[in-house]
């Protein structure tokens, strides 16, 4: 056990948090995902498990150290629902409450087609998958920098 690091961040998926870098994207993702292959086509090329819970508590978790990008309009998305793309399902609320928790303020999901998503999802560094049995509790988020005190604020990629 290590201080102040939720437990259900175990070494495989700690080391692939802090080895992405400024925009970087992970998935998260439900029981039904095709995580396997898909995972096989990221930058890290293995799937990555966080067993035994749902996506909401997966995502506490991860965000827990990992920062949002702020330098994107969409620093968090989520899976469209198929044939109703403005529904908003029971997981995906309870996802957004914890981003916003995690974050401080309000991180509004971005909404992704399903088939898009599986195709950004094999650009993502890496794939987390979760026991979360509900459908469409599947989420992309791309890491953001933590600045020094006295560093400046701007877009890094400008300066």
């Given at each position: ?75 968090a998305m989520r899976m469209e629902v ?44 890496c794939v987390i998958a979760t026991g ?21 604020r701007g877009n890094p990629a400008t300066?």
């Open positions: 056990m290590l201080k102040n690091i939720d437990p259900l961040l175990n070494a495989d998926v700690l080391h692939a948090l802090r080895a992405m870098g400024h925009g970087d994207e992970l998935v998260i993702c439900d029981a039904n995902f095709p995580a396997d292959s898909i995972a096989r086509a990221t930058a890290l090329g293995k799937l990555l498990r966080i067993d035994g819970v749902d996506a909401p508590r997966a995502v506490r978790a991860i965000l827990s150290v990992l920062p949002l990008d702020t330098f994107v309009e969409s620093p198929v044939g109703d793309p403005e529904a908003i399902p029971t997981v995906q609320r309870e996802a957004q409450s914890e981003v916003d928790a995690a974050e401080g303020r309000a991180v509004p999901f971005a909404s992704i087609e399903r088939h898009a998503f599986y195709a950004r999802a094999r650009k993502a560094y979360e049995t509900r459908g469409y509790g599947c989420f992309v988020f791309a890491k953001g920098v933590l600045l020094a005190p006295d560093a400046p300066q």
